[in-house]
């Protein structure tokens, strides 16, 4: 018999090997079905319909804000329309536009809607039309329309309110990379709340949760509850103030603490209105009360809702004092064009009081300044002036006088 060599042989089995490897076999696919495919393949995840949408497949946009006092505001623009200014209000429970508003840009609150900001298009299932009447008198500007909840939702948002601008990202994506310190959020009848330590004058702590809101330009407001049930205005310094912001209502008074801890953060230099009444904001809960964009101001602050997350990053603001009011009077804006300033509160034993302003009067001109070339945010920041003498122009009942008025520290 002949013998085959031992290389022969071991060529005869590689070639098997590999032909039996090109057969087909029960592990492999069924015929028709392309090779390499599952047998039940999982179907992609269909895209979210109410997905943020980022120009020219980005995951981040740099919206430029304006700002009145330290609330921002962006221009939206609905469906391609002309431009309007949303505010940016971490407390609203949805956003949605002014009703004259939506009649002038031809905007239905029952259809789908866009909203389209720089670099960025964020589709909604409808924008409610909803009214703020008192907006303007508070601002001095129309009212326009408020960016919720579900904006806060669709994207992470961070204030800078050093460059003045918001920058929006996208949550699937995103991973923080500041130097800040991330802040856990919890959620309160839908508004974002953290916990905080504020220090008395005489260096005790009291600690809350407090409601986190863009919208309102002072500092820290205490429910009148919380500060009943900690006795706070037994050791502290106040004076009456007048705040149109506080839904509470007249009748409130501001302190300076020794300081807030907003995580291990200390904000001193600050100032705290304590409320006559619960908070409507907040009305119901346990929530101290809520911190407001003259203390956020001294960060930039990013929003995180997807992840329950805030981060806090000190800027320049970080070591500035706030300003408490000296004049002693609350100015309103009011008419057709919010250029009418009167004078809606004088408090006793103040530079407004000593001067014999009174409710009611109008101011028509500042030094050489006329009233209609100002704003009421100009107008509130001259009155923060330590040591500064103006000579208002004042209208009362149809009658002008010019009225010298100094600033002077109340607290």
């Not at 018999?1 to 022969?8: A, L, T």
């Not at 839908?190 to 330590?197: N, Q, S, V």
């Not at 929003?303 to 990053?313: R, V």
């Not at 103040?350 to 001067?355: I, K, L, Y």
Request: aromatic letters at 8%.
């Amino acid at each position: 018999m002949e013998r085959h060599s031992p290389i022969v042989f071991m060529a005869l089995c590689v070639w098997c090997w590999a032909f039996s490897s090109l057969a087909p076999s029960r592990a492999q696919a069924p015929a028709g079905q392309a090779l390499g495919a599952q047998a039940n393949p999982v179907p992609a995840p269909a895209p979210d319909p109410s997905a943020a949408r980022f120009n020219f497949g980005g995951n981040a946009a740099e919206v430029p804000a304006e700002f009145m006092g330290n609330v921002p505001l962006l221009p939206v623009q609905i469906d391609q329309s002309r431009a309007s200014f949303f505010v940016l209000d971490s407390t609203a429970s949805s956003s949605s536009i002014d009703p004259h508003r939506a009649e002038e840009l031809g905007v239905s609150g029952t259809r789908p809607a866009v909203l389209n900001l720089t670099g960025v298009d964020i589709p909604f299932a409808k924008l409610p039309q909803q009214a703020r009447p008192d907006f303007g008198t508070q601002f001095g500007r129309a009212y326009e329309g408020t960016l919720g909840a579900d904006f806060f939702q669709r994207v992470i948002v961070e204030i800078d309110y050093v460059r003045r601008t918001v920058r929006l990202y996208d949550p699937a994506i995103y991973k923080y990379s500041g130097q800040g310190t991330p802040i856990p959020l919890s959620f309160v009848n839908g508004t974002p709340a953290i916990d905080a330590r504020l220090i008395e004058p005489k260096g005790k702590a009291v600690q809350g949760q407090f409601a986190v809101n863009t919208a309102l330009d002072g500092a820290t407001v205490v429910s009148a509850q919380f500060a009943e049930a900690h006795r706070l205005l037994v050791h502290w310094k106040t004076i009456p103030t007048f705040d149109p912001e506080i839904e509470a209502g007249p009748g409130e008074t501001t302190g300076r603490p020794k300081g807030i801890y907003l995580g291990p953060y200390l904000a001193e230099d600050t100032l705290v209105t304590f409320a006559k009444a619960d908070l409507a904001a907040v009305s119901g809960s346990q929530v101290a009360g809520e911190i407001g964009g003259a203390m956020l101001r001294r960060f930039t602050v990013v929003f995180d809702y997807p992840h329950h997350q805030m981060y806090l990053q000190p800027n320049s603001n970080f070591g500035k004092e706030e300003e408490e009011d000296k004049s002693g009077i609350a100015v309103v804006a009011k008419g057709a064009t919010l250029k009418t300033f009167e004078i809606v509160e004088v408090e006793p034993k103040t530079p407004g009081s000593d001067a014999g302003l009174q409710k009611g009067d109008v101011i028509a001109g500042i030094d050489e300044d006329a009233a209609a070339d100002l704003t009421l945010a100009e107008i509130r920041d001259l009155f923060r002036q330590i040591g500064h003498k103006y000579t208002l122009l004042i209208d009362r009942g149809g009658q002008t006088k010019q009225v010298p008025v100094e600033m002077r520290r109340l607290l």
